[in-house]
């Protein structure tokens, strides 16, 4: 069974950088897909970008292409998240999901719990 | 990027009623298209993959149909536990992207 843990809630400063962290287990870490998605105060999902670890280069939305980078550690199976030069509306609650692939078809699953990022000054 | 529009955006039902969501692609994604449930202070989880194939674990009262850009969700018997915003979710390329959401609430 794949599990998703991610790190805890942070409080950052507008301008400042946050790093969420996303371990996983039971799964074949370094040939999945693991994918970031948030979620801003009562809206909707958001796709940030996704990695395959065995490959290491990631894949990012056009929105957060410049701010965000995704790697892996392959060593502790664990996937990060920097969001950098934050504003208040990245405030959301930020979530690493395991893309599956089976054939030609692909979806999300499991979710991690989501680690909520408030920006505030 | 493609565009995923959800209808309607919330909807209020009975316990027992048949519930319809709609899911629109802005161009044809063939069958790669997902839906996700999603509680308040929760994380979404998975119902349906690959248009219509049930999710391990999910009530058979859901299914999903559909093919090309038009897509539906339907709960054919809806139960307390089912209150909750609805996602669809196109796989077909990068990035991928989400319906606003259905919000299904008690009538």
């Known amino acids: 069974q794949v599990q998703v843990i991610q790190s805890g809630a942070e409080v950052k400063k507008p301008g400042s950088s946050v790093k969420v962290s996303c371990k996983t287990s039971?799964?074949?870490?370094?040939?999945?897909?693991l994918t970031w998605v948030r979620q801003a105060p009562g809206q909707g999902l958001e796709w940030m970008g996704a990695i395959i670890p065995m490959f290491g280069t990631a894949n990012y939305a056009q929105k957060f292409q410049g701010r965000v980078t995704i790697n892996a550690d392959k060593s502790t199976t664990t996937v990060y998240m920097e969001l950098s030069s934050l504003r208040f509306d990245d405030t959301a609650v930020y979530y690493c999901?395991?893309?599956?692939?089976?054939?030609?078809?692909?979806?999300?699953?499991?979710w991690g719990q989501g680690t909520l990022v408030t920006v505030s000054s | 990027d493609i565009q995923m529009t959800q209808s309607p955006s919330s909807l209020s039902a009975s316990i027992g009623d048949r519930v319809t969501l709609t899911c629109r692609a802005s161009q044809g994604i063939t069958n790669f298209l997902n839906w996700y449930q999603q509680k308040p202070g929760k994380a979404p989880k998975l119902l349906i993959y690959a248009a219509s194939s049930l999710a391990s674990g999910v009530p058979s009262r859901f299914s999903g149909s559909g093919s090309g850009t038009d897509f539906t969700l339907t709960i054919s018997s809806l139960q307390p536990e089912d209150f909750a915003t609805y996602y669809c979710?196109?796989?077909?390329?990068?990035?991928?992207?989400f319906g606003q959401g259905t919000k299904v609430e008690i009538k």
């Open positions: 039971g799964g074949t870490f370094n040939t999945d897909t």
């Open positions: 999901a395991r893309e599956v692939w089976s054939g030609n078809d692909n979806w999300l699953d499991p």
């Open positions: 979710q196109q796989s077909y390329t990068t990035p991928r992207t």
